[in-house]
């Protein structure tokens, strides 16, 4: 499947990776809506790590062996049959923070401030590429077909 | 805000605001290219001094900032003054009616570039199947095009930066060069695209480094600071840096004013020759010089010298660091020395012995033409490679906060310029270029890049001068 690659070497640390997100996981999808009229605020879906000159966006693997898929015990953590992402419904969450537990990567939020849900990556369903890939102004995020290396940047 | 490496933005979370601290802006347009709201913007600042042609704003400010620390002002980047700009005076000729114009889509245009010394005569001998050439060659560089970046140091610039520049070279069949910064190992592997600089300071060079390099060259004096030497500043020696410059971490970089074994053409010469013996006589060995009054006899003097190549870097040349007074007001503009340089080599009958690369400000593909017509063999480009790599001439380079990621050894800051960007971006320039070179041959009825050099019946000039025209060795626009 096609997955977020990141290059932690060119990541600046920037953050438009969370605003892109917000903006895109809001219900007008407009910016300056998204973050001065929605209420409650919409939430990025990724997080940007940093550690001195060292970061990078952090969001879900999309794991193979995926142990939220393991963990959720309402079945709302799913695995979308044809592009192969796990993502979670969140009419069906009930917010008992399972997933978040076991996550390794600690790439799922708390959702408390609008309906009590696990909130995570779903590559922008339906986009061709996920937004914070688009608008990584310096290419530390790459949408690509994951190879056996694990490793897809050029 | 969090782009700013010259904390011009500050959230106060008391008032939820951010303010601006307007003095410290550098007019770099990090903040403006990347707010997704594009809610910034950057003006000058509306606070002037009282209307006066000769007392500009610049000159009073130079002076409290003097008075102020009693030192020489730095700038970073090429003149920033309104010299004159010959190529603006400089038309280029088309085919019209008498000879046909020649479209590069559909019939080959040659650029490829051959640099190094052409002999007097060819000889050929016939053997069982054709001619064999018995005419011993002197090393050539093969360019594919007549363009080359420009010597920029690792140290003055950042390792993405010259990583960019060498991958660029390499997709583009070109050459960079190293500037006197020496070579970082991992850049070995680009050797066959590489120029290897030696300068007064002879940073970096070791045997391993002529031998990987595909040419040399001895580097006398750079067109922003003609006559003095190099300073690297010591907060730019970072661990990697000294180790490819073998100097101690931290100290300055101090290349002095002159080669303390060349005072004369002769010592050139040994240097020269010194270099060729050291790598087998396999490579062309350049020299890059300053354009100053006397250009067109020193020019003389190199190619007699044995040089391979003549670099000459004209008054507007850009650098990492230079006095602002000595940038802004010495030297001569590389168009006049191109030209006298090039009438001078012809009228002593020695142009095939030397190749002439012109630098200093080629701002387009339309200057390089006009360069080429005027005599170059090729040009140098370094700012407009910069420029490429996103660089806004805001002529900081010398402090080392690039925003950029271009001229700075900050961490936090060099990781900006991705290479995998900066490569891409150098060899569409490098593209574009080269095919809007090719239309402009095309329109004059020119098939091979070859056919314009020196060829300045393809110039008309416009608004200069009786001594500017004989100088550039052109026609007022309207003569036939």
């Known amino acids: 499947m096609k997955r977020i690659h990141v290059n932690e070497e060119y990541c600046i640390a920037c953050r438009l990776c969370e605003i892109h997100c917000l903006v895109q996981h809001s219900q007008s999808r407009k910016i300056i809506k998204a973050f001065k009229e929605e209420a409650p605020r919409a939430m990025a879906r990724l997080l940007v790590e940093e550690q001195g000159p060292l970061s990078f966006a952090m969001q879900c693997r999309h794991c193979e062996e995926a142990a939220c898929l393991e963990a959720c015990m309402t079945g709302a953590m799913h695995r979308d049959e044809e592009t192969g992402a796990v993502l979670c419904d969140e009419d069906k969450c009930v917010g008992c923070w399972m997933c978040i537990m076991v996550c390794p990567f600690g790439a799922i939020q708390r959702n408390i401030v609008g309906r009590r849900a696990a909130s995570k990556c779903d590559l922008c369903y339906g986009n061709e590429v996920p937004v914070c890939v688009a608008h990584c102004p310096n290419e530390a995020l790459t949408f690509v077909e994951d190879t056996p290396s694990g490793n897809g940047s050029a | 805000m969090r782009q700013c490496a010259n904390d011009v933005h500050a959230y106060d979370p008391e008032d939820d605001w951010v303010y601006s601290e307007e003095s410290r802006c550098v007019g770099c347009h990090r903040c403006v290219t990347l707010c997704p709201t594009h809610a910034l913007t950057v003006r000058r600042t509306l606070l002037d001094f009282r209307s006066n042609a000769n007392w500009t704003a610049d000159r009073i400010n130079s002076i409290y900032k003097q008075a102020e620390t009693g030192g020489i002002l730095l700038t970073g980047m090429g003149c920033d003054q309104a010299q004159p700009i010959y190529f603006d005076h400089l038309l280029l000729n088309a085919s019209q009616v008498t000879n046909p114009s020649i479209d590069p889509l559909r019939e080959p245009m040659e650029l490829r570039t051959h640099i190094g010394r052409k002999p007097g005569r060819v000889e050929l001998s016939e053997n069982g199947d054709g001619v064999e050439l018995t005419t011993q060659l002197s090393p050539q560089l093969t360019l594919e095009t007549p363009i080359m970046f420009s010597a920029m140091s690792y140290g003055s610039i950042s390792y993405n930066a010259c990583l960019s520049l060498a991958r660029a070279a390499k997709q583009s069949g070109i050459m960079y060069n190293t500037g006197e910064g020496g070579l970082h190992p991992s850049l070995y592997q680009y050797g ?213 990621g271009i001229a700075t050894q900050d961490p936090y800051l060099t990781k900006r310029l991705n290479p995998n960007i900066g490569s891409r971006r150098l060899s569409n320039l490098i593209r574009a270029w080269s095919l809007e070179i090719k239309e402009m041959l095309g329109g004059m009825g020119v098939n091979a890049i070859e056919s314009l050099r020196g060829n300045r019946d393809h110039l008309r000039a416009v608004g200069l001068s009786q001594v500017e025209l004989d100088t550039l060795g052109v026609k007022g626009a309207g003569q036939p």
């Not at chain 2, 044995?306 to 007001?329: E, K």
Request: aromatic content about 4%; glycine content about 12%; hydrophobic content about 40%.
């Open chain 2, 192 to 404: 066959p695209w590489t120029i290897a600089q030696v300068a007064s300071g002879r940073f970096g060079v070791h045997p391993e480094y002529l031998e990987t390099a595909a040419a040399l060259e001895i580097k006398i004096g750079q067109g922003a600071k003609p006559g003095i030497g190099g300073h690297l500043p010591g907060e730019k020696v970072s661990a990697d840096v000294s180790k490819t410059r073998m100097i101690p971490m931290g100290t300055d970089a101090l290349s002095p004013a002159p080669h303390h074994d060349i005072y004369s053409i002769e010592d050139l010469r040994q240097l020269i020759y010194a270099l060729k013996e050291a790598t087998n006589y396999a490579k062309p060995v350049g020299v890059k010089i300053a354009a100053v009054h006397n250009v067109a006899p020193i020019a003389s003097g190199i190619a007699r010298a044995g040089a391979d190549y003549i670099a000459i870097d004209g008054l507007r040349g850009g650098t990492g660091a230079a006095p602002t007074i000595i940038r802004n007001n010495v030297g001569i503009p590389i168009e006049l020395a191109i030209a006298s340089v090039d009438t001078r080599l012809r009228e002593e009958g020695i142009r095939n012995e030397v190749s002439l690369i012109a630098a200093g400000s080629i701002r387009n593909s339309g200057d390089i033409v006009k360069i080429i017509a005027l005599g170059a063999d090729a040009v140098y480009i370094g700012t407009g490679a910069l420029v490429a790599l996103g660089c806004h001439l805001c002529q900081k380079c010398y402090t080392g906060k690039c925003n950029w």
